[in-house]
């Protein structure tokens, strides 16, 4: 097949199995009371098309913050409908975008490593306070996007391989702790893969972003897959919620640049920007017993994502 088919294809067969699942479930009917997931995620796809912050990280702080929504089914929510969006997105980069397929070629270990943290974190979530859960996600989103901005444009390798020990031992780390992020949000090992390689290694802000939409695709389509079949953890409603956002996020995804082509790059991530500074200070005005922790969690997370990467310029 020729691969400029592979994504019509896919997004015929997503469009032909919802029209099924929701003619022969609730109908139409469904968006007089679900229709916010829709409007939702259509800023959080178009987001997961700018940057390596995926739709999870505008899904789970709007239901869990602001609409009170548990964090266990904002998470499950997250993962379900990146399951589309994030797979809609790395199709397209694989099969459009013209990279070679040498440039993923350690995407299958980040991924193994982040299904560890992933199963890891799923077994300890329950001992895990909710507001702990909220805190580190604001405060994961902030930083991850100010790091972003930092390092989009002075990065110069096209490639980042893992040629040692000392690397070994750092990728397993970062992706052991994104599916455990992803775990407990919904969304994180994208972010982390691409601190990882930007930040630490220099990689290319473009090619970093492409290898993390495209292992955040496999993780969520692993963690939904097993808190479903393995878990038998996902609360029905987050069927619905899903069913109500798949068709937008299946073409959000990866058309979210060309459709918000009006709008400068630069002018989204201040936005992206914007909205993480709300999460967090809406968060603190909540919690006002955990602005300290809060507090040093941003300051502690901030560090180890732009220290590194003027220690290493600074190295230089």
């Known amino acids: ?4 088919l592979i994504w019509p294809v896919w997004a ?3 469009l032909i199995s919802w029209l099924y699942l929701i003619l022969t479930g609730p109908g139409f009917v469904l968006y007089d009371t679900h ?22 990280a505008v899904a789970f702080p709007i239901l869990s913050l602001y609409f009170k929504i548990t964090p266990m089914a904002a998470r499950d ?3 379900a409908i990146q399951s589309i969006g994030m797979v809609s997105a790395a199709i397209w980069i694989l099969t459009r975008k013209g990279h070679s397929l040498s440039t993923f070629k350690w995407v299958p270990f980040y991924a193994l490593v982040n299904f560890a943290g992933f199963i890891f974190m799923s077994s300890i979530y329950h001992l895990v306070a909710f507001k702990t859960v909220q805190m580190l996600f604001v405060s994961l989103a902030l930083s991850f996007i100010v790091a972003y901005l930092v390092t989009r444009n002075n990065s110069d390798q096209d490639r980042v391989d893992i040629d040692s020990k000392e690397r070994l031992l750092s990728f ?6 994104g599916g455990c992020a992803s775990a407990m949000f919904g969304t994180g090992s994208d972010m982390l893969i691409y601190i990882a390689l930007t930040c630490y290694y220099g990689m ?3 090619i970093s972003t492409d290898i993390s939409i495209v292992l955040m695709a496999v993780v969520t389509v692993f963690g939904i897959a097993y808190r479903a079949l393995v878990l038998d953890a996902v609360q029905p409603e987050v069927y619905y919620m899903w069913l109500a956002a798949a068709p937008v996020v299946l073409f959000f995804a990866p058309f979210g640049n060309i459709l918000l082509g009006w709008v400068k790059k630069e002018t989204m991530l201040w936005t992206v920007l914007a909205m993480n500074s709300v999460n967090y ?7 006002l017993p955990l602005i300290v922790p809060t ?10 994502f732009v220290g590194s990467f003027y220690l290493k310029k600074k190295s230089q």
């Open 1 to 4: 097949m020729n691969k400029q």
């Open 12 to 14: 015929s067969a997503v």
């Open 35 to 56: 229709w916010l997931y829709a409007v939702m995620m259509i800023f959080g796809s178009a987001i997961a098309g700018f940057t390596p912050e995926g739709g999870g």
């Open 77 to 79: 929510f997250s993962l």
């Open 172 to 177: 397993s780390a970062w992706s052991f702790i």
């Open 204 to 206: 290319k802000e473009k």
């Open 281 to 287: 200070f809406y968060f603190m005005s909540k919690n």
């Open 295 to 304: 507090v040093v969690t941003l300051a502690t997370m901030l560090a180890i």
